[in-house]
Nanobody, 127 residues
């Protein structure tokens, strides 16, 4: 069983930056593709970014491409989401997720692929 705990959310002005962290425990972290998703009020979770087990391949939603960077440190069982040039429309609860299945391209963006989820961290961007 894998436990995921997100941190780093908060209130930031538009144009600012935040770095979200996700600490993983249990399981074999270094073998899992990892993803970040976000959820707007009343909406389903949407894909933000994913990273392969090695960290060598990353995928991004078009809405965050060029502004967000996902990375991981397998030695520390951590995954990060560096968010820059934040916009009010980035306001959401952000979730970290781990998958026991490999993925590539569009499959990494599918929420059902992920087996474990964190509790979420609120990110609020003021205009």
């Amino acid at each position: 069983q894998v436990q995921l705990v997100e941190s780093g959310g908060g209130l930031v002005q538009a144009g600012g930056s935040l770095r979200l962290s996700c600490a993983a425990s249990g399981g074999t972290f270094g073998t899992y593709p990892m993803g970040w998703f976000r959820q707007f009020p009343g909406k389903e979770r949407e894909f933000v970014a994913a990273v392969s087990w090695s960290g060598g391949t990353t995928y991004y939603a078009d809405s965050v491409k060029g502004r967000f960077i996902i990375s991981r440190d397998n030695a520390k069982n951590m995954v990060y989401l560096q968010m820059s040039t934040l916009k009010p429309e980035d306001t959401a609860v952000y979730y970290c997720a781990a998958s026991e299945s490999s993925c590539s391209a569009y499959r990494c963006a599918l929420a059902p692929l992920y087996d474990y989820w964190g509790q979420g961290t609120q990110v609020t961007i003021s205009s």
